[in-house]
């Protein structure tokens, strides 16, 4: 494993939300001015590119050309491929900006493939996990899912994702990568939005390899850290650790959040893990970090919030995939955290917005 980069800059949020507001203004005013079929025309013609970005990942083509620009004979070869069909799938994710066929004929990368990179930033086995056959059969069964009020991956493997996840190694080990990825690409926008060096102890419960606390703790060296999350997720943790020379100040502590976490932290992080539940599960959950809480401890929920109006964003898509994935998750509006927050016995303190699709929602307990 690589040396982890340096943690790179970001723009402002002010200046990112002008931007993507601009964006969908240009987006909607091109919508606008055709007919409505002709959009919805051109909106699912997304479902080809799924699959092929999916067969991108799998053969890892991304890294046979990391180093070179390889001919279709080349890449075929070192991916055990059909050269001609390779050709007709490369072919189609060039022409959404995804690879570039030089005019030699060579395949190379290019800046939005680089993003298929087995490295930092790489979005590599979130596709393996969003994009293959298990999401993509249970995906299949989202009608279930409407009709019934049941996830629709119950219906389809006739048991709940964790306990999948914890039969199927395989799959389990992809799932924690994706966490890891989503991790890498979101880590920036995080540490740039939050100090986290006013606190003496962090706990990141259900932190799955440490991606995000080691790096917390790389750019606050006064800092100590606890993961905390059950025993099929930390196995890689121990490596993490290592890399980012913080295995002096972080330990990792194995169970149940349902049941218990490490008492004596001074900020419990909670990232993507309260949308995967229903709102009785999330009380739960959250009444027990407030059990093992001194008075002045912290926590904080790092999670995408859905506008009270439909936005062209991220949540209102992810929100599909909890509603057909999760017992009961969903993603969650500003008054919908402040809700479970207050059954739970906390008070919100602060609410940041990140340049990334994630909000920081800080809360403590109430008196």
């Known amino acids: 494993m690589k040396e982890p980069a340096p943690i790179p800059k970001m723009p402002p949020v002010w200046l990112v939300r002008a931007l993507n507001g601009f964006r969908n203004f240009l987006i909607t005013l091109n919508r606008n001015m055709f007919p409505g079929n002709m959009v919805l025309y051109e909106q699912f013609q997304q479902f080809w590119l799924l699959p092929s970005l999916y067969v991108a990942a799998k053969l890892d083509v991304a890294g046979h050309l990391k180093e070179t620009p390889l001919t279709l004979e080349e890449l075929a070869e070192k991916t055990g491929s059909h050269a001609p069909s390779l050709y007709r799938v490369i072919r189609a994710l060039a022409s959404e900006g995804i690879f570039k066929i030089r005019r030699d004929g060579r395949f190379a990368l290019n800046n939005v493939a680089r993003g298929l990179l087995d490295e930092q930033g790489s979005l590599r ?115 993490i650790i290592d890399l980012f020379g913080v295995s002096d100040r972080m330990t990792i502590r194995q169970g149940d959040f349902f049941e218990f976490v490490p008492a004596g ?62 017992p009961g998750g969903k993603e969650r509006t500003r008054y919908e955290f402040r809700q479970v927050l207050d059954q739970a016995g906390f008070a919100v303190t602060k609410i940041n917005r990140t340049v990334a699709p994630l909000a920081l929602i800080e809360a403590k307990p109430k008196v």
Not at 157 to 180: C, G, K, T, V, W
Not at 203 to 211: C, E, P, S
Not at 275 to 291: G, K, P, Q
């Open 265 to 326: 932290a001074d900020l419990y992080i909670l990232k993507n893990i309260v949308h995967n539940w229903n709102d009785a599960d999330c009380i739960r959950l959250l009444r027990t970090l407030h059990h093992s809480m001194h008075p002045e401890a912290k926590i904080l929920i790092i999670e995408m919030v859905v506008s009270d109006h439909p936005r062209r964003e991220l949540p209102e898509l992810l929100d599909i995939q909890m509603l057909a994935t999760m």
């Open 125 to 239: 086995y979130m596709l393996l996990h969003h994009l293959g056959p298990v999401n993509w059969n249970m995906m299949s069964h989202l009608e279930t899912t409407v009709r019934k009020g049941k996830e629709a991956f119950l219906e389809t493997y006739h048991q709940a994702i964790y306990d999948y996840l914890r039969d199927h190694p395989a799959e389990s080990e992809i799932f924690s990568r994706s966490m890891s990825n989503l991790s890498g690409i979101s880590l920036a926008p995080i540490l740039h939005s939050y100090h986290f060096s006013r606190f003496k102890t962090i706990a990141d419960i259900g932190g799955g390899d440490g991606f995000l606390l080691a790096n917390i703790l790389r750019e606050n060296s006064s800092v100590k850290g606890i993961l905390f999350d059950v025993p099929e997720m930390v196995t890689r943790a121990p490596v």
